[in-house]
């Protein structure tokens, strides 16, 4: 089987790779055991080290980098070198904090003496190979945001990527070990999805972490509960953007614009669902319509593109299913909606209205630049329709009332709420949902823990 680059932009077969055959997989496995009886016993300054050797690396290569991921996935090139920046500072935040959040603690004095104990300390202990299967449309930062705390935990990491990203997924390989790490601390594995189950069934891969679909969620999880290993699961996302009253109007509908339309509308914490109060629900569509038309859809590797191409014709097609779907059942089209003449996987900035719980977008994530706009009488009903989605990834919430605060963080199903502003991810912040939006969370002190063994030390007189 071949894996290979495919230009979204164009539909032009860029590179091909032979995906790797068995004995290259039990080499590499091999490797990543060998290799994690050593590293797992460096010391913390050493990995951060190598760690911020590689977060240099990517800035420096951050020109190439950008033009390979655009050319492989579609996003535009400014977003694209403005990931390869996130990506370093998340590695230089794992280098400078990853001893603290990973130092032994001890328990009370009194809880130590009740246990009869002299002293008693927990220790993260990293667990070994790691295997992440990642998705394409972040294509470096969804793989850092692991490999980050996981190397500087003492984990090995074993990368799945996506198969329209081989270059990419090559290219990780190749930065950890230009960084000085040892040969197999972090390793690429070329081959398709249906290689995952077998190599997460081996017994030298303690764990795996997977960003992706529901079907590949559920597939990894089966697959790690029958073994008994740990995973973390991040999956797919519907999030709301609540507009209340007292929100800045023009502020919230420039940032709903971006919010949606990020990435070319390809991200999960990408905002869906435009949850606006009817008191300024024709004022708000106005401005967001505006918003949305105006956005420049153009060759991804122009400075001045917005919205590019989306990954796949498979990826096209499934929007416009969902689109058509509500069209047929009543939904109005406020702008775009219609694929455009020409080259390439493109779809247009679309907002459609009057969205009702039958059609399938008010419940299936719309992967591409396609909103849906909702209308609420009251808080009560913003919060219900904000909830009724089998997602929760992470919400938006606009409104300067702090009751109106406090109900909807306490009250919204979703591992994030930003107030009056958009959700992004931060190496500091917890990441991660809640239904099927996955398990477990990435970043911060608790993604790094993840994947360690939390081993109770007690020692008696």
């Known amino acids: 089987m071949s894996i290979a ?5 164009t539909g ?80 230089r935040w794992y280098a400078d904090h990853a001893e603290e959040l990973l130092a032994d603690e001890e328990p009370s004095d009194v809880d130590v003496k009740d246990s009869g104990a002299t002293e008693v300390r927990v220790r993260y202990r990293p667990l070994g190979p790691v295997l992440a299967v990642m998705p ?115 502020r919230a509908a420039e940032v709903a614009v971006t919010a949606r339309c990020q990435n070319n509308g390809q991200s999960c914490i990408a905002a869906k669902r435009f949850i606006v109060h009817t008191d300024i629900y024709d004022a708000f569509a106005a401005r967001f319509v505006r918003g949305m038309q105006a956005l420049k859809v153009d060759d991804p590797l122009h400075e001045e593109t917005q919205i590019g191409p989306l990954s796949s014709e498979q990826g096209r097609k499934d929007l416009e299913e969902l689109v058509d779907d509500a069209v ?27 969205i009702t719980r039958e059609m399938r977008i008010h419940r299936e994530e719309a992967f591409g630049p396609v909103a849906t706009l909702y209308r609420a009488t009251d808080l009560d009903e913003a919060v219900l329709i904000a909830n009724d989605t089998p997602f929760g990834l992470s919400s938006n919430v606009w409104t300067h009332d702090e009751a109106e605060i406090d109900r909807f963080t306490r ?20 990441f991660g949902g809640v239904k099927r939006s996955g398990y477990g969370r990435e970043l911060s002190g608790h993604g790094i823990r993840e994947f360690c063994n939390i081993t109770t030390v007690w020692h008696g007189a």
């Open 136 to 250: 394409w449309n972040f294509p470096l930062w969804q793989v850092i945001r692991f490999a980050a705390p996981a190397l500087m935990a003492g984990n090995v990491g074993l990368l799945k990527h996506a198969s329209n990203v081989p270059q990419t997924a090559l290219y990780l390989e190749d930065l950890f070990h230009r960084a000085g790490f040892p040969e197999g601390c972090f390793q690429t594995l070329l081959v398709p999805s249906r290689a995952v189950d077998d190599i997460l069934r081996d017994e030298r891969v303690k764990a795996a972490t997977l960003t992706g679909s529901e079907p590949a969620g559920r597939a990894v999880a089966s697959t790690a509960g029958e073994m008994v290993k740990k995973t973390v699961l991040e999956l797919g996302g519907s999030d709301p953007f609540v507009v209340m009253p007292s929100a800045d109007l023009a």
């Open 12 to 91: 032009e077969t860029l590179k091909t790779y032979e995906a790797m055959g068995e004995e290259e997989i039990e080499r590499r496995l091999q490797l990543a055991e060998a290799t994690f009886r050593t590293y797992r016993t460096t010391a913390f300054d050493e990995r951060a080290r190598m760690m911020r050797a590689a977060a240099d690396l990517l800035v420096q290569d951050q020109q190439d980098v950008a033009r390979m991921m655009t050319t492989e996935m579609g996003k535009p090139v400014r977003q694209a070198r403005a990931e390869a920046v996130k990506c370093a500072k998340a590695m």
């Open 328 to 354: 047929r059942g009543g939904a109005t089209v406020l702008c775009g909606g219609k694929r455009p003449d020409g080259p390439g996987w493109y779809y247009p900035p679309t907002v459609l209205a009057g």
């Open 411 to 430: 009250d919204l199903e979703a591992g994030s709420v930003y107030v009056n502003g958009m959700t992004a991810s931060h190496p500091a912040f917890p």
């Open 5 to 9: 680059t495919v230009n979204p932009a």
